[in-house]
């Protein structure tokens, strides 16, 4: 969901749509950390194998989280130059 939202960002050049993707895009670390001590909490008998991948899926969330935090950004640090371009020009 919300790859697909800053892929409809990146269609738009609707700064409002920007900055519902940056609001969607909040940092996740907390939350990511709060599943991980939950799920260890809750089966401290859980397999290695299994808690090494509880940490592989949680970091790469974040890290998608993250990346498209960076594209927006840059959607947006762009759009406000194109939009101050053509202000110059006008």
């Given amino acids: 969901?919300?790859?697909?939202?800053?892929?409809?960002?990146?269609?738009?050049?609707?700064?409002?749509?920007?900055?519902?993707?940056?609001?969607?895009?909040?940092?996740?670390?907390?939350?990511m950390e709060r599943i991980r001590r939950r799920v260890l909490n809750e089966d401290p008998d859980m397999p290695a194998e299994a808690q090494s991948a509880l940490f592989a899926a949680t970091t790469l969330f974040e890290r998608i989280v993250w990346l498209a935090r960076q594209n927006t950004t840059l959607l947006s640090t762009a759009g406000a130059k194109s939009n101050a371009a053509v202000g110059q020009g006008s």
Avoid: I, Q
């Fill in 1 to 31: 969901m919300l790859l697909a939202a800053l892929g409809d960002a990146v269609k738009s050049e609707d700064a409002a749509e920007r900055d519902f993707v940056m609001s969607l895009l909040r940092n996740r670390d907390e939350l």
